[in-house]
């Protein structure tokens, strides 16, 4: 692939990335097994930003076990295939992050403003985690035989 087709498959995945609302996640139980479970989310910069209650499942292993599948998805209507949907998934690190931090405010903001009211609701329950996923790999899929490996900061960079 030549740069110039880099570049457009770069943006097509940057601009795929930046419309996704949901993260699917598989995280790992204490008895080793995937567990596979999903998250509205907001994706900036370094990770994609989740915001989970200690009850749920996917929380309690993030918080045991710091390595989780990330998979952004393209909807079911988009796809024309449900084979070579448009999809891009990340091996990562989940980073706790504190009521003190610089930018959970605004994560959470952004969140209220992407997914709605029930944001300010969970804000007020003391149970609730903010993790910032941070993708140390990836794949991008954009169909058949278009199948990219991500590295670099900022959620992927086409090799």
Do not use: W
């Amino acid at each position: 692939m030549n740069r110039d087709e880099t570049q457009a498959a770069q943006q097509r995945l940057n601009k795929f990335v930046a419309t996704r609302q949901y993260v699917q996640l598989s995280t790992v139980n204490t008895e080793g097994y995937p567990c596979a479970s999903y998250a509205p989310c907001v994706l900036r910069g370094e990770g994609i930003y989740i915001f989970l209650s200690q009850l749920s499942g996917h929380c309690k292993n993030l918080l045991r076990d710091q390595r989780v599948g990330a998979l952004l998805l393209a909807d079911e209507a988009e796809a024309r295939n449900p084979f070579a949907r448009q999809r891009v998934s990340y091996q990562s690190r989940a980073k706790v992050l504190a009521p003190e931090h610089s930018d959970y405010s605004s994560v959470l903001d952004e969140l209220a403003d992407k997914q709605g009211k029930t944001v300010e609701l969970l804000r007020q329950l003391p149970d609730f985690v903010l993790f910032c996923l941070q993708p140390t790999a990836g794949t991008y899929i954009e169909g058949f035989g278009k199948a990219f490996d991500l590295s670099g900061p900022h959620m992927g960079e086409l090799q």
